[in-house]
């Protein structure tokens, strides 16, 4: 069946510019989480959905960063007056909501480079 | 708090041997524990977990890893590597009694194995 999917794959902005990154979710996972992999970084969880749950944001960096998931499908992470230092690829996961049975399933990523 | 270490930037093998990617953690709770492989330019692939059970978990691709909760560590290991298992493997893991559902990753180990 078809896996976590990512668009645009790669991204190139200028400095303030806004940016909208998308996640089509495995259907049926009723969770989605995004995540940040940097070179200084490493993997940095940003953003969790869970259903109709209100949203675990504790991962966000700054206010510049917001992340919607609309119909419990689709999520959108939005980067507002982006900066260079918001280079990197862009991660989004699902999973099931399952006791014992939590494994997350990535997409490709979105390459993301502020000029 | 949970976190996990990866103490190897870089692991090279040759063909045919015996292959080990080191991973050690920690939880305030029990852990759920993943390894996760990306190669070049892809999102992260889900190799296995350990949720509870047997200590040995086996998974994807003849790999397998030992879950050890006396030395808190969840090697990852192949009796015999193949050049096509060169990529960079991530360790991560989730405190089973922390709400959220976050993962957290290691800093991540390179794989290369020469022919």
């Known amino acids: 069946g078809a896996g976590v999917s990512q668009s645009p794959s790669n991204k190139v902005t200028e400095k303030g510019k806004d940016v909208e990154l998308r996640c089509d979710p495995i259907?049926?996972?009723?969770?989605l989480y995004w995540y940040r992999q940097s070179l200084g970084q490493g993997l940095e969880f940003l953003i969790y959905?869970?259903?109709?749950?209100?949203?675990?944001k504790s991962g966000l960096p700054s206010d510049r960063f917001s992340a919607e998931r609309t119909g419990g499908s689709v999520s959108t992470l939005t980067i507002q007056r982006t900066q260079q230092e918001d280079s990197a690829v862009y991660l989004c996961?699902?999973?099931?909501?399952?006791?014992?049975?939590?494994?997350?399933?990535f997409g490709p990523g979105t390459r993301l480079l502020v000029l | 708090a949970q976190s996990v270490a990866q103490p190897e930037d870089q692991v090279n093998v040759a063909e045919g041997n015996p292959l080990t990617v080191k991973c050690t953690y920690s939880?305030?709770?029990?852990?759920?524990l993943f390894w996760y492989v990306q190669y070049p330019n892809r999102g992260l692939q889900f190799l296995l977990k350990?949720?509870?059970?047997?200590?040995l978990v086996k998974g994807s691709y003849g790999f397998e890893a030992e879950f050890n909760k006396s030395q808190t560590s969840f090697h990852l290991k192949k009796p015999s590597a193949l050049v096509s298992d060169s990529a960079l493997y991530f360790c991560?893991?989730?405190?089973?009694?922390?709400?959220?559902?976050?993962?957290?990753f290691g800093g991540g180990t390179r794989v290369l194995v020469k022919p």
């Open positions: 996961a699902s999973s099931l909501k399952l006791a014992g049975d939590e494994t997350q399933y």
């Open positions: 259907s049926g996972h009723t969770a």
């Open positions: 959905f869970q259903g109709n749950s209100a949203p675990d």
């Open positions: 939880v305030s709770g029990n852990p759920y």
């Open positions: 350990y949720i509870t059970g047997d200590n």
């Open positions: 991560a893991v989730r405190d089973m009694e922390a709400a959220g559902n976050k993962l957290t």
